[in-house]
């Protein structure tokens, strides 16, 4: 009798192992199936034209507007900073040139003052030197009867004099070279004043004559 139910179940286990093993293989199958058919979905998917592709394309549009944006702010900052640079260049070149044409001034005047100083000097040391002597009779119309003598200004060859026209107060700058009512200015010295040459005939015309 117990090998008869032995016998049985042993029948009815192999019955249903053989029942699973059917089940499983079905299941596989299936499974292999599914996989298949998403994978030749994903194959033939086209993204183009998608929602996904159109919201894709309108995040790379606002993000390259946003980078077009910022490099345009950018450069006109750039353009702002090369101006302001431009400008204190300019300011620098401006107060640089004024500094220099002052400190030509000053030297030139100081120069100026030396020579009359020393002048006087002499003249105190040696009076007999410096008792004026009549002066030649002037034609009309000579540039020391029509002009005066300020100042003379500039360092070295660079000397330039401020004359006065005696007549109408009128001040008049002259450098080396020029011509002044047919006298050609030949030299511009601090010691010797203005030398104007005319027909061969020079003119001397000092500060004070």
């Known amino acids: 009798m117990i090998k008869k139910i032995f016998m049985l179940m042993t029948g009815f286990m192999f019955v249903i192992g053989i029942t699973q093993m059917s089940f499983a293989e079905e299941v596989v199958e299936e499974i292999e199936i599914e996989d298949q058919v998403a994978a030749e979905a994903l194959n033939n998917y086209n993204a183009e034209g998608s929602l996904f592709d159109q919201i894709t394309s309108l995040e790379q549009e606002k993000v390259v507007m946003q980078l077009e944006k910022e490099r345009a702010q950018l450069d006109l900052e750039l353009e702002r900073l090369n101006a302001e640079k431009m400008k ?84 008049k700058r002259i450098a080396v070279g020029k011509e002044l009512d047919g006298y050609v200015v030949k030299s511009i010295s601090l010691n010797d004043g203005i030398i104007f040459e005319k027909d061969g005939v020079s003119e001397n015309l000092n500060i004070g004559k």
């Open 88 to 171: 204190i260049q300019m300011e620098l070149e401006t107060i640089s040139g004024r500094a220099e044409q002052q400190q030509q001034e000053l030297e030139a005047a100081k120069a100026q003052l030396e020579a009359q100083t020393e002048q006087l000097r002499r003249k105190m040391e040696q009076p007999e030197e410096y008792v004026e002597q009549p002066r030649p009779k002037q034609e009309a119309g000579s540039v020391s009867t029509k002009y005066r003598l300020l100042n003379v200004i500039g360092v070295g060859n660079q000397l330039q004099a401020t004359i006065e026209e005696v007549s109408t107060g009128q001040n």
